[in-house]
């Protein structure tokens, strides 16, 4: 517990100086600096090697912080109270005398934002007298990162401070849902999109846009750099075959999300399974068919994205 409180003082003292710090979240590792600072948000983008026009997701402490910089709706309430601290990012509309830097929005006049359930992330917040911008703890691209070890991977020591939290627990991005006018769901993520739709009682569909207006829209995004077969019965030889449910024949070349079509365990297995045959040196990678329904959804649209050539 004294390491714990000693490592998130030491993030703050590194923030503070408006440096980057890995934090943990129960979906990824997230790359944090202080949303209100320009300095600290171009630390994030340079970093990263992330494009200027992607905007960031700002992490909260609680919803009477968020209230300084965004507007609230009925519908956020509702979401709020069920989910959060959880899996979920909202697009609000900025209120036109928010501290949050331009760099965070590239001028646009949303802001998507979340409140992180990890412990170690929620009294770091808690400290803070800012909100923290904080993307994904990965190089622009490619695989995100679950743990400590894949954050010096990623980065090596280009980063001041990594807050260990062991392991994230769900080990796949947030869902967001826009809140700007009509609801509508802009990435498959964490909550799946049937809790949603029970809560606002409506049924929102996953909307895929082209053109880039909030986080996570990206076509390449958590490539391990080689290609990927989707939806294939029998690998080619010398490939990666991904499953989501035991075979009874073995192989090396078999990498198991799970091995009882547990989607949930599946999801969290994603990054984990991709950055070892990554690591394993494998030159392509085959995926059976997943069930695209709960987290499956989520799965085949990360699998499909890190497939794009």
Do not use: W
């Not at 109270?81 to 965070?104: A, E, R, W």
């Amino acid at each position: 517990m004294k390491n714990n409180l000693s490592n998130i003082k030491k993030s703050k003292y590194y923030l503070d100086k408006n440096e980057c710090v890995a934090i943990p979240t129960e979906t990824v590792y997230g790359l944090a600096g202080n949303a209100y600072s320009n300095k600290a948000t171009s630390k994030i983008f340079r970093l990263k090697k992330r494009h200027k026009k992607n905007p960031l997701i700002v992490h909260y402490s609680s919803f009477e912080t968020l209230k300084k910089d965004c507007y609230i709706n009925n519908h956020f309430y509702k979401l709020y109270k069920k989910f959060c601290p959880g899996p979920i990012t909202f697009v609000l509309k900025l209120k036109k005398d928010s501290k949050i830097s331009k760099n965070v929005t590239n001028n646009k006049k949303t802001l998507a934002v979340r409140f992180p359930s990890h412990p170690l992330t929620k009294k770091l917040l808690k400290l803070l007298n800012y909100p923290l911008a904080a993307p994904s703890a990965n190089i622009s691209t490619k695989i995100s990162s679950v743990s400590k070890e894949d954050v010096i991977e990623e980065f090596g020591n280009k980063i001041k401070f990594i807050l260990n939290g062991g392991r994230c627990k769900i080990g796949l991005e947030s869902t967001i849902i826009s809140l700007v006018g009509r609801p509508k769901i802009l990435r498959l993520g964490g909550i799946e999109k049937s809790r949603i739709n029970y809560i606002l009682k409506r049924n929102l569909q996953y909307n895929k846009i082209d053109k880039i207006t909030v986080p996570g829209q990206s076509n390449l995004h958590y490539s391990p750099g080689i290609p990927i077969r989707l939806n294939i019965l029998k690998p080619k030889f010398s490939e990666a075959f991904i499953l989501i449910k035991k075979r009874k024949k073995t192989s090396k070349s078999y990498y198991y999300l799970s091995k009882t079509k547990n989607l949930k365990e599946a999801a969290k297995n994603l990054y984990k399974i991709l950055r070892k045959i990554k690591n394993n040196n494998y030159k392509s990678i085959a995926v059976e068919k997943i069930p695209n329904i709960g987290f499956g959804e989520a799965i085949n649209d990360r699998l499909k994205r890190a497939s794009t050539k």
